[in-house]
């Protein structure tokens, strides 16, 4: 039997020690296709409503960011070059429909990452002091890049 599961950042596959290393090589490639798959399918509640998405703001921004609160959480059309984006002044957050069906882990990313400019509004050394509270982060963003070029959607980080 086969099998694959997570381990913090880790992926674990189980093999039978009977295998060739060929076989080997061929179903880790399988079990981190469907573990990717498995992952990318679980929606969370935080996508059924714009309220959801204010209280999963609040939840990461106790947990990351000591409670900063925004005034609005909102789902809005896909936006041309930006996963989402934030008002600091008006404390508002916007975030594209083109995330609905990213994995969970990666729309809090996207969250923190608009969270966190209601404390800074640029994207300086203290902005991204503030995202990587979020233990996600660098795997979130090579997923966010990795969904723009297999887009073709051209949308960077620093948008």
Partial sequence: MVSAYREGDTVV???PARMSKSEEKHWVAEMLSRLQRSETRRRSPTRTSD???LA???ELAERYLDGVRPSSVRWVAPMRTRWAS???????IRISERLRDVPAWVLDYVLVHELAHLR???????????VHRYPKTERAIGYLEGLSAAAGLGITEED
Avoid: I, S
């Fill in 51 to 53: 309220a959801a998405l």
């Fill in 13 to 15: 596959v189980l093999l």
């Fill in 56 to 58: 999963r703001c609040e």
């Fill in 86 to 92: 934030c008002t600091p002044t008006e404390g508002t």
């Fill in 120 to 130: 800074v509004p640029g994207h300086g050394k203290d902005f991204w002091g503030l």
